[in-house]
């Protein structure tokens, strides 16, 4: 009986070192320096701005004109709703499609199509 509570006691060491290890392993990688990708670089200062700015205007927009009177939401309403943010996300995809070409406008559009699966 001793050697099993010895067993049990290697196991839980071993277990508690492999998982210590294993979570020190994924916190440096996770914060390790990328050289070949920055969210905020330079170059993309006007592109953040003007996201900022269109994004904090279509909420404001949302929160006050849309959803100023408290009526209830009709189908109707709430298609015409959603209507309105994809005409805005197709809108903002074009944008991508004329500053940064092809390319970055797929893989928004694919970004945001999987948003909504």
């Known amino acids: 009986m001793a050697s099993s509570s010895a067993l049990v006691s290697v196991h839980r060491h071993t277990l508690y070192h492999s998982v210590r290890e294993g979570v020190t392993f994924t916190l440096n ?30 909420i404001i927009f949302d929160n006050v004109l849309l959803h100023g009177d408290p009526k209830s939401l009709t189908m109707a309403r709430a298609v015409a709703y959603t209507f309105f ?15 940064f070409g092809e390319q970055q406008a797929f893989m928004w559009m694919s970004g945001y199509m999987l948003e909504w699966m």
């Open 29 to 58: 990688e996770a914060f390790e320096k990328d050289v070949n990708y920055t969210l905020f670089r330079t170059e993309d200062w006007a592109a953040w701005l003007i996201f900022t700015v269109v994004f904090t205007a279509l």
């Open 85 to 99: 943010w994809v005409f805005c996300a197709v809108a903002f995809c074009g944008w991508v499609y004329l500053h």
